[in-house]
């Protein structure tokens, strides 16, 4: 409802409305397709400000958006003529180095996580573009380079400080509203704002990495090899995959400058002088038109793919995990990979379990957890006029996909689904009892503008 139907409502100063120099920075958010315009952003600096903003958005009959880093593909921080609640000043971290615990604002982004972590030698298994908000990250799971090695960032979520719908403050944790604290380790993020979490760290050290670029005309002999492979990998070991155009760098040949190729590459993280080891056999027996290899430091690791990412591109992004890397499979990767119709875009792949799979299923809300493999087709683009072939590639390729999938989706890719969609990623029992902490906390569905888990009926 528009703002000048409630003339009588006192604005905070410090909130941000059009026409304010400030207010065309603050709805901006990492993916440029969603150019949206909310009627009011709220900065928010503490759970109480965020209640604030809850009883001004009732009073003003405002629907209610949230941001953290503003990072999800699919815009849900931002959406014309509500209000914006922006966690984006509460971005504190800190360490207790003894107890391995961190406690982070709910506007932290991973960069600001792992300044603060790494020094100590301790890190938060998270997502690899340190640009990416903490928050949706988690309550939609959090895969990472340390993934296999220590799980997903939700299942290092300790606790959790939560302004609810009604604007009241509680700390979900083991012991008090566990049942909160289950839907918010990968059950999305509608059940309440999130303003701290308390996050398990674990210790990290320098990093063995190993990188191979194929030719795409070899890919499908080398995805039979890593298929092979990548089963056997020891927890400590992490290689992904990613089917892409080759930039300039100089290790990479001339001839495959700004050509669809494929890349493999391997993260060790036990002692580094151990990581050749484990990854020379694999690349020695595929061989790639050129390896480059490298110790860094886990911080300078997490940073790679910032640049790759860049905020203000279009993005559109399907995902799936496929049951095994079969040669129909790898087949479908390399078709994709020949129709991409940007050079910008990516197939991104990569073999699982190892600790994933570790955790007891029922110890979080988090869906597909034994996936071996997940499939990603991420477009991005520039132009505005090409959004439709590019988010049509996307889709396609998940389409062709879907035979060999087990039918589940990464949550924190989702964008727009058809009805049902989310009770199919969770699965009945599992989307029961989300719908029931949803009505338990959020009886009146306030925090809808996600993928939604809807309260149960009455």
């Not at 998270?126 to 090695?149: E, F, M, Q």
Request: charged letters at 20%; aromatic letters at 8%; glycine letters at 10%.
């Amino acid at each position: 409802m528009p703002l000048d139907d409630h003339p009588d409502l006192q604005v905070p100063a410090h909130w941000l409305r059009p026409g304010m120099p400030a207010y065309e920075t603050a709805r901006r958010i990492w993916n440029g397709m969603h150019d949206r315009r909310p009627a009011l952003i709220a900065p928010c600096g503490d759970p109480g400000q965020v209640s604030e903003a809850l009883r001004h958005a009732a009073r003003a009959d405002l629907e209610i958006t949230v941001r953290g880093g503003g990072h999800n593909v699919a815009g849900t921080a931002v959406a014309d003529n509500t209000l914006m609640i922006d966690l984006s000043p509460m971005r504190t971290v800190t360490v207790d180095p003894v107890a391995r615990t961190a406690q982070a604002g709910g506007g932290c982004l991973l960069a600001d996580l792992d300044a603060a972590t790494t020094p100590h030698g301790l890190a938060c298994p998270a997502g690899v573009v340190s640009h990416t908000g903490l928050g949706g990250l988690t309550l939609g799971g959090g895969y990472g380079w340390l993934a296999r090695t220590w799980g997903l960032t939700c299942d290092h979520l300790l606790a959790a400080e939560v302004v609810l719908a009604d604007g009241s403050v509680v700390e979900a944790t083991e012991d008090d509203h566990d049942d909160l604290l289950w839907a918010l380790r990968g059950g999305g993020g509608n059940f309440g704002i999130v303003t701290r979490f308390t996050l398990r760290l674990r210790p990290v050290g320098p990093v063995h990495h190993h990188t191979g670029v194929y030719p795409l005309a070899a890919a499908q002999d080398v995805l039979a090899a890593y298929r092979d492979f990548a089963p056997r990998q020891p927890d400590a070991l992490h290689t992904v995959g990613a089917l892409k155009h080759a930039g300039t760098a100089d290790w990479i040949p001339a001839k495959l400058h700004g050509r669809a190729a494929l890349f493999l590459t391997a993260a060790w993280f036990g002692d580094p002088d151990e990581g050749p080891a484990h990854t020379d056999r694999f690349f020695d027996t595929t061989g790639p038109a050129a390896t480059l290899v490298r110790r860094m430091s886990y911080a300078e690791l997490q940073s790679l793919g910032d640049h790759g990412e860049p905020a203000g591109h279009r993005y559109f992004t399907k995902s799936c995990y496929p049951a095994d890397l079969t040669p129909r499979t790898a087949a479908a990767f390399v078709t994709a990979a020949e129709e991409m119709p940007s050079p910008l875009s990516s197939i991104d792949f990569e073999y699982l379990r190892g600790a994933i799979d570790q955790l007891p299923d029922e110890d979080s809300a988090f869906p597909s957890r034994s996936a071996p493999y997940i499939f990603t087709a991420s477009s991005q683009w520039t132009d505005p006029r090409q959004d439709a072939p590019n988010v049509a590639w996307p889709r396609r390729s998940i389409e062709r996909l879907a035979p060999t999938c087990t039918g589940g989706a990464y949550v924190n890719y989702l964008h727009d689904e058809a009805p049902g969609r989310v009770l199919e990623i969770y699965g009945t029992d599992r989307h029961t009892r989300l719908a029931a902490v949803k009505k338990a906390y959020d009886p009146a569905n306030l925090f809808r503008r996600n993928q939604n888990i809807e309260p149960t009926p009455s």
